[in-house]
């Protein structure tokens, strides 16, 4: 016995789940492209939310020889009050891995910070 067609029915509810589903899948593809680069706060965040204070002490004003982009690295210093920082997360995400063990997770705040 061969079946040549077959028809079946689906509520709209179910297309509708699916089409539901797909723009959320497509909404986070999206959203996770902006992954690529952090702010201040995502690399505070990935830095255990040190304070802001020890995460320019310790990490991008003791480092920044190396991470700036005008020496090649990959961390846009702000040259303005209201001018964002802008990390790229790949490359900071291995720099810190890197270094984890050289930051001074217990240093004390100083002067100017």
């Known amino acids: 016995m ?3 067609s077959m028809q079946i029915t689906m509520p709209d509810s179910f297309f509708e789940a699916v089409c539901q589903r797909v723009k959320k899948e497509m909404a986070e ?6 992954d690529l680069i952090w702010s201040f ?8 939310n040190k304070a802001a204070w020890w995460v320019r002490q310790e990490v ?7 991470l700036d982009i005008k ?8 040259t303005a009050k ?3 920082w802008r990390i790229d997360a790949e ?6 891995r890197s270094n984890w063990t050289s930051f001074n997770w ?3 705040k100083r002067e100017g910070y």
């Open 60 to 66: 991008l004003d003791r480092y920044q020889d190396q």
């Open 41 to 48: 706060e995502d690399l505070r965040d990935h830095l255990q």
């Open 29 to 34: 593809e999206y959203n996770n492209k902006f």
């Open 91 to 96: 490359r900071m995400a291995d720099f810190i």
């Open 82 to 84: 209201r001018v964002p």
């Open 2 to 4: 061969t079946v040549e």
């Open 106 to 108: 217990s240093a004390s």
């Open 71 to 78: 020496n090649g690295g990959f961390v846009i210093y702000p």
